[in-house]
């Protein structure tokens, strides 16, 4: 199980979603609001963080073990969400350039070479952390743990 630092607040007793479980819903297709988590047993939660989801088999049974749990505490399943075939956070030959853009408002450039030498999920974390969309206050954080500042 990979925790980043910035989420050390959250990870000791999992009322976030941490970003590894948001990478496996990016992977299979699930959209998991919070309140659905926040009704997850905490056993529950862990296992979602555990249960692998890499292989198409694992990718399936993720899914239904998502959709068992949201229907179980939600009386209805989550939302599934189309799963790009080339996500950004695999394409390691280009920076988005979202990402890019959010990187130079507090100073910072990302080069191909540090962008390259990142983990898919460390990719997957800046992704999401500099979304306009996204409550940002771990963004600068993220980039100073992967040593990109």
């Known amino acids: 199980m990979v925790f980043f630092q910035f989420e050390a607040d959250f990870v000791d ?3 976030c979603i ?8 990016d992977t299979c297709g699930i959209k998991l609001k919070l309140s659905d988590w926040n009704c997850f ?5 862990q296992v979602v963080v555990e249960h692998p989801c890499t292989t198409p088999t694992d990718i399936q049974a993720y899914r239904d073990l ?4 949201v229907e179980k505490y939600a009386g209805a ?3 599934e969400l189309e799963v790009s075939a080339n996500p950004a956070w695999l394409e390691s030959d ?5 990402l890019q853009i959010k990187a130079e408002e507090i100073g910072a450039k990302i080069s191909l070479q540090q962008w390259i030498a990142l983990t898919p999920l460390q990719r997957f974390a800046l992704i999401k952390l500099s979304r306009p969309s996204h409550e940002n206050k771990n963004f600068l954080p993220a980039l100073q743990e992967f040593h990109l500042i």
């Open 66 to 69: 998502l959709q068992q749990l």
């Open 94 to 98: 280009r920076i988005p350039a979202d």
């Open 18 to 25: 941490p970003m590894q479980v948001r990478f496996k819903l």
């Open 41 to 45: 047993s905490p056993s529950e939660r």
């Open 77 to 79: 399943k989550a939302k």
């Open 13 to 15: 007793n999992l009322r």
